[in-house]
T-cell receptor
């Protein structure tokens, strides 16, 4: 079983749609969680950290469910510019340890 | 803004060649990382470095070595390139800790080994 698993997609949605991605992780003791965004042929960039209580940043909402070991990302009112691959990222051990990256979920927003 | 630069965007090398990939960051970060990214596999950690002259193996270190002689520079070395090392190589540096952590990536080097 992979340490971090994501549905690869692609998710094809029209502008204005709401779309949600889930990501599961295998280590129940994992400490920190993130969503990174990667545009086509570009480097990944941090989109948002995921707090235990859930957090929102504009149209983006991240949730953590420790009991079921998954995190989610909800995008409301999708824009063409949201088209990208979204990487689920976990720090299983906390502190200055390595991050584990999921393979990513591709989102394509069309007019 | 944090800037992470990599020495080449594209490289073509022959099997058996020694390959150097360089990464420089300008934010005085202590931690730096080398990943490779392949379709369907995501980013996999090759090596990382906590500080100058310190290195730790990641998940796939075989066939690679690293050098960190100065804080801002972290080099990845392919001792004898092989075709299965054809990939996108991404360097990153880290700021913050725990939930406040951010990794800043360079633009990547696409390496083709013939």
């Amino acid at each position: 079983r992979k340490e971090v698993e994501q549905d690869p997609g692609p998710f094809n949605v029209p502008e204005g749609a709401t779309v949600a991605f889930n990501c599961t992780y295998s280590n129940s003791a994992s400490q920190s969680f993130f969503w990174y965004r990667q545009d086509c042929r570009k480097e990944p960039k941090l989109l948002m950290s995921v707090y235990s209580s859930g957090n929102e940043d504009g149209r983006f909402t991240a949730q953590l469910n420790r009991a079921s070991q998954y995190i989610s990302l909800l995008i409301r009112d999708s824009k063409l510019s949201d088209s990208a691959t979204y990487l689920c990222v976990v720090n299983p051990f906390g502190g200055y340890n390595k991050l584990i990256f999921g393979a990513g979920t591709r989102l394509a927003v069309h007019p | 803004d944090v800037k992470v630069t990599q020495s080449s965007r594209y490289l073509v090398k022959r099997t058996g060649e020694k390959v150097f990939l360089e990464c420089v960051q300008d934010m005085d970060h202590e931690n730096m990382f080398w990943y490779r990214q392949d379709p369907g596999l995501g980013l996999r950690l090759i090596y990382f470095s906590y500080d100058v002259k310190m290195k730790e193996k990641g998940d796939i270190p075989e066939g690679y070595s690293v050098s960190r002689e100065k804080k801002e520079r972290f080099s990845l070395i392919l001792e004898s390139a092989s075709t299965n090392q054809t990939s996108m190589y991404l360097c990153a540096s880290r700021s913050g800790l725990g939930i406040a952590e951010t990794q800043y990536f360079g633009p990547g080097t696409r390496l083709l080994v013939l």
